[in-house]
C-alpha cells in the first residue's frame, strides 16, 4: 500500500551527526522506519545510540550501502555541501534520494537533478521538501508519523505544512504515501511522477494532489491527468489571495499576469474533471465524499 517506499526500506542518513539530522534520524526510527545507517566523512567507525539502538555511521554512501544493503538516502546536510552529497548518493546507486535541505542553489539543484534523471538509477525527491512517508511502513523525512493512518489515498504535495494539514484531515479515511515534493524551481520527482505511481498502485483508490501559485506545473499535470489517469484526483491550489507579481514562499511562486494564478489552475485542473477545493479543508471534504462512494 505504498510508492517509492515502503517496509522493506533500508534508510541511510547523511548528515546524521547533525542536529537536524539526529534530532529527525530519532523520529524516523520512533514511527517505525529501518534506519540502518548514518553517512559523515570523517566520523566512518563511531556510533549514534538512539533510545538504546546504536546506529553506524560511515565515511561514504558507497561503503553505508555495502555494509547494510541500504536502498534510501535522507539529505540533512547543509546547503552548501548538499550538492555533493547528493552527487555521492546518486554515483552510489542508491535507489531513493530524499533531500531535506532547503536554501540549495537553484544552479546546484539542476546539476544534481539532471545526475539523477540521467543515473535511471536514483529517483530524487526534493530539495527542500518534507519528504516520504507511507504510514505504517516508513518515513523518510520530517513528516510527522502520528497525524494519520494507513488507509488508500495518494497525496502529492508542493507544501509541506499543507501536506501535513491534509493528512489529518483525512485521517478517518488514512494514507497509502504522501509525497513531499517540495516548492523550489527544480525539484527531482513531479506531480506528475508521483499520479503516475498512484495510478499504477492497487491499494491506492484516490489522490489529493496539492499545488501552489507559480509555474504550470499543476497545468502540466491536468493534462497528464486527462490521459493517463482513471482514479478521482481532488485538487487544491495555494494562493488563492496572493498578490500578482509578487514572490510568495516558496522560490517556485512566482505570477506574472493570468499565468500561475490559483485560478488558472484551477480551471486546468477542472477541465479535466479534477475537483478542486478553494481551502485545505474543502478539498478534504471533497474526498471524504469520494471515498464514501467507492
Same mark, same amino acid.
Given at each position: =500500500?505504498?510508492?517509492? !517506499?515502503?517496509?522493506?526500506?533500508?534508510?541511510?542518513?547523511?548528515?546524521?551527526?547533525?542536529?537536524?539530522?539526529? @534530532?529527525?534520524?530519532? &523520529?524516523?526510527?520512533?514511527?517505525?522506519?529501518?534506519?540502518?545507517?548514518?553517512?559523515?566523512?570523517?566520523?566512518?567507525?563511531?556510533?549514534?545510540?538512539?533510545?538504546?539502538?546504536?546506529?553506524?555511521?560511515?565515511?561514504?554512501?558507497? /561503503?553505508?550501502?555495502?555494509?547494510?544493503?541500504?536502498?534510501?538516502?535522507?539529505?540533512?546536510?547543509?546547503? @552548501?555541501?548538499?550538492?555533493?552529497?547528493?552527487? /555521492?548518493?546518486?554515483?552510489?546507486?542508491?535507489?531513493?534520494?530524499?533531500?531535506?535541505?532547503?536554501?540549495?542553489?537553484?544552479?546546484?539543484?539542476?546539476?544534481?537533478?539532471?545526475?539523477?534523471?540521467?543515473?535511471?538509477?536514483? &529517483?530524487?525527491?526534493?530539495?527542500?521538501?518534507?519528504?516520504?512517508?507511507?504510514?505504517?511502513?516508513?518515513?523518510?523525512?520530517?513528516?510527522?508519523?502520528?497525524?494519520?493512518?494507513?488507509?488508500?489515498?495518494? !497525496?502529492?504535495? @508542493?507544501?509541506?505544512?499543507?501536506?501535513?494539514?491534509? =493528512?489529518?484531515? !483525512?485521517?478517518?479515511?488514512?494514507?497509502?504515501?504522501?509525497?513531499?515534493?517540495?516548492?523550489?524551481?527544480?525539484?527531482?520527482?513531479?506531480?506528475?511522477?508521483?499520479?503516475?505511481?498512484?495510478?499504477?498502485?492497487?491499494?491506492?483508490?484516490?489522490?489529493?494532489?496539492?499545488?501552489?501559485?507559480?509555474?504550470?506545473?499543476?497545468?502540466?499535470?491536468?493534462?497528464?491527468?486527462?490521459?493517463?489517469?482513471?482514479?478521482?484526483?481532488?485538487?487544491?491550489?495555494?494562493?488563492?489571495?496572493?498578490?500578482?507579481? @509578487?514572490? =510568495?514562499?516558496?522560490?517556485?511562486?512566482?505570477?506574472?499576469?493570468?499565468?500561475?494564478?490559483?485560478?488558472?489552475?484551477?480551471?486546468?485542473?477542472?477541465?479535466?474533471?479534477?475537483?478542486?477545493?478553494?481551502?485545505?479543508?474543502?478539498?478534504? /471534504?471533497?474526498?471524504?465524499?469520494? =471515498?464514501?462512494?467507492?
Amino acid at each position: =500500500m505504498s510508492i517509492f !517506499l515502503n517496509s522493506n526500506s533500508k534508510i541511510l542518513v547523511q548528515g546524521m551527526t547533525g542536529s537536524e539530522g539526529s @534530532k529527525h534520524t530519532n &523520529r524516523m526510527l520512533k514511527s517505525g522506519s529501518n534506519v540502518v545507517g548514518g553517512v559523515t566523512p570523517g566520523k566512518g567507525g563511531q556510533s549514534v545510540d538512539f533510545d538504546g539502538r546504536s546506529i553506524p555511521v560511515f565515511n561514504s554512501v558507497s /561503503e553505508a550501502m555495502a555494509a547494510t544493503g541500504a536502498n534510501v538516502s535522507v539529505i540533512f546536510v547543509p546547503p @552548501k555541501f548538499a550538492k555533493a552529497a547528493v552527487m /555521492e548518493a546518486i554515483a552510489a546507486k542508491i535507489e531513493l534520494c530524499v533531500v531535506i535541505t532547503e536554501g540549495i542553489p537553484v544552479h546546484d539543484s539542476v546539476a544534481f537533478v539532471n545526475q539523477a534523471l540521467e543515473s535511471g538509477t536514483t &529517483r530524487l525527491i526534493g530539495p527542500n521538501c518534507p519528504g516520504i512517508i507511507s504510514p505504517g511502513e516508513s518515513n523518510a523525512g520530517i513528516i510527522p508519523a502520528d497525524i494519520t493512518k494507513k488507509g488508500r489515498i495518494g !497525496l502529492v504535495s @508542493k507544501s509541506g505544512t499543507l501536506t501535513y494539514q491534509m =493528512m489529518y484531515e !483525512l485521517r478517518d479515511f488514512g494514507i497509502s504515501t504522501a509525497v513531499g515534493i517540495g516548492g523550489d524551481p527544480v525539484i527531482g520527482t513531479t506531480h506528475i511522477d508521483c499520479l503516475r505511481a498512484f495510478e499504477a498502485d492497487p491499494d491506492t483508490d484516490a489522490i489529493v494532489m496539492i499545488g501552489e501559485i507559480g509555474g504550470d506545473a499543476e497545468e502540466r499535470a491536468a493534462a497528464f491527468i486527462k490521459d493517463n489517469v482513471t482514479k478521482p484526483v481532488v485538487g487544491y491550489v495555494a494562493g488563492f489571495t496572493a498578490p500578482e507579481g @509578487k514572490t =510568495m514562499g516558496h522560490a517556485g511562486a512566482i505570477v506574472s499576469g493570468s499565468a500561475g494564478t490559483a485560478q488558472a489552475k484551477q480551471d486546468a485542473l477542472e477541465a479535466v474533471g479534477v475537483k478542486v477545493g478553494k481551502t485545505p479543508s474543502q478539498a478534504a /471534504e471533497l474526498m471524504r465524499q469520494i =471515498m464514501n462512494n467507492l
